[in-house]
């Protein structure tokens, strides 16, 4: 058994050994120092396995003296006894030289069991090294490859490089060449410049001559304008009063949407209205303009009862006008209404009456309406005329022109301030309902004020 061991691991390492020829040379290093210790161990095994073979074949010839002895002895046992007695003890002592020989044998055999799985361990090391070198050595390919593969893009690149460097060369004997040229345009070009700029100074001088001679003529340019609409103005009211005393409304001045001059029963003074035939047909007159926010409204009772602004802008008519045209004349009035999105919008009513400065000046009647927006001055009816001097609206607590800050028919300040604060944006919240606003869900509410505003009557047909 023990034979069939060793040489079984002989021919494991003879056969590695044989195959390690084809391996890396780490490896048949390894390979050949335990082929040599496995020889020897071999060889101190057949030596044990010959004295043991050699105690066995002694014992077995003891053995079979032993039984001759036994024979004899039955034959003659008293002779024999101290002969088989000295012979059992040797044998004993052979047995015993044995059984050392067999302990020996197997701590030898557990020895080499050992240094087998040692030698399988290192076999197992061995193949995974052999794996690492092939993938080494398949990684060593690789980057050879690719070496040689930017070796010959390096080579490609200089013989790039030796080009652009023999054209570089060529450029910069051109570049030289236009170096000398270019010096010798710089020359002229300086002398051009010299040139350039006497004839700028000269350009400059004709230039302060032009715009001096410009501004001269855009001053009497503005002079000949102004004197030309003053000249116009004049006509205008040469024209009003030579027919002021025929014209008491914009009716006698037919589709005219200029300032002319009327004579009101009832008014001292002949004074000018702004005429209107574009919104609504003809002869209408502007009894109040809210445009751009030039004129501040927010004024006491007397300046509403004369009226205040001019008819080319922003203006009131006047209450006691009102008073006056409206007294025994039944009139119309239209109001036209225009936001921040030019969208507009238009009422109109057609019994319009102003009352007395005794009565307050209040608005007795409007008549029935119609139009693209709301009635907003349902309320107003029958309502006096409110200034932050003098209140006279239907709220018992509120001064409804402090409120607004406005001036206005007021009942208990109500749904309509055309005469409120002129707001230079489009606001979407005016928070204190101070603004121009005409209130209609439709079109927009209190807190919103209008970007332009007119109202004007015109004569019941």
């Known amino acids: 058994m023990r034979s069939l061991i060793c040489v079984s691991v002989t021919f494991v390492l003879l056969f590695m ?11 048949n290093d390894l390979n050949g120092t335990a082929s040599t210790k496995c020889q ?34 039955q034959l003659n046992n008293s002779h024999s006894q101290n002969t088989i007695i000295e012979h ?21 055999e557990l020895k080499l069991c050992s240094l087998e799985k040692t030698l399988n361990s290192t076999q197992i090391q061995l193949s995974h090294s052999n794996e690492a070198i092939v993938n080494i050595t398949s990684l060593n390919r690789l980057l050879k490859s690719e070496l040689s593969d930017q070796k010959t893009k390096v080579e490609e690149q ?21 170096n000398q040229v270019n010096g010798i345009q710089q020359a002229e070009l300086t002398d051009s410049r010299i040139r350039i700029g006497a004839l700028q100074a000269t350009a400059i001088q ?62 001292d003074e002949p004074f000018e209205v702004l005429c209107n035939s574009q919104l609504a047909g003809n002869g209408w007159t502007v009894i109040q303009r809210r445009i751009n926010g030039e004129l501040d409204f927010y004024r006491n009772w007397n300046d509403y009862k004369k009226g205040f602004g001019s008819p080319s802008g922003e203006f009131f008519i006047g209450l006691e006008r009102l008073y006056h045209m409206t007294k025994d004349t039944p009139h119309q009035l239209y109001i036209w209404l225009e936001d921040f999105n030019n969208i507009s919008k238009y009422a109109s009513f057609d019994d319009f009456k102003v009352a007395s400065e005794q009565q307050a000046y209040a ?89 332009s505003v007119l109202m004007m009557i015109r004569p019941k047909d």
């Open 17 to 27: 050994g044989s195959s390690g020829q084809s391996r890396v040379k780490l490896t």
């Open 40 to 73: 020897d161990m071999q060889s101190k095994f057949k030596q044990y396995q010959d004295v043991c073979k050699t105690i066995n074949e002694n014992r077995k010839l003891q053995i079979n003296i032993y039984e001759a002895l036994t024979r004899n002895l």
């Open 88 to 108: 059992s003890k040797t044998i004993l002592s052979k047995s015993d030289l044995i059984h050392k020989c067999e302990l020996e044998s197997s701590n030898k």
């Open 158 to 178: 200089i013989l790039a490089i030796d080009e652009l460097t023999k054209l570089l060369n060529t450029e910069q004997i051109k570049v030289r060449k236009l």
């Open 206 to 267: 004709s230039t302060a001559t032009i715009e001096a001679l410009n501004q001269q003529i855009i001053e009497l340019k503005s002079q000949l304008d102004s004197r030309n609409e003053n000249i116009k103005n004049l006509n205008a009211i040469v024209e009003g009063y030579s027919s002021c005393c025929k014209a008491s409304s914009c009716v006698s001045f037919g589709a005219s949407n200029n300032v002319h001059v009327v004579k009101v029963d009832g008014v």
């Open 363 to 451: 608005l007795l009647s409007l008549g029935k309406h119609k139009g693209t927006t709301r009635n907003a001055m349902r309320v107003n009816t029958g309502q006096k005329f409110t200034t932050y001097d003098r209140d006279n609206d239907a709220d018992e607590i509120n001064n409804c022109a402090e409120r607004l800050h406005g001036a206005w028919w007021y009942d208990h300040c109500g749904f309509s301030n055309l005469n409120g604060v002129y707001k230079h944006a489009d606001l979407d919240v005016d928070p204190v309902n101070q603004g121009i606003f005409w209130v209609d869900e439709r079109f927009h509410d209190a807190d919103y004020s209008l970007k």
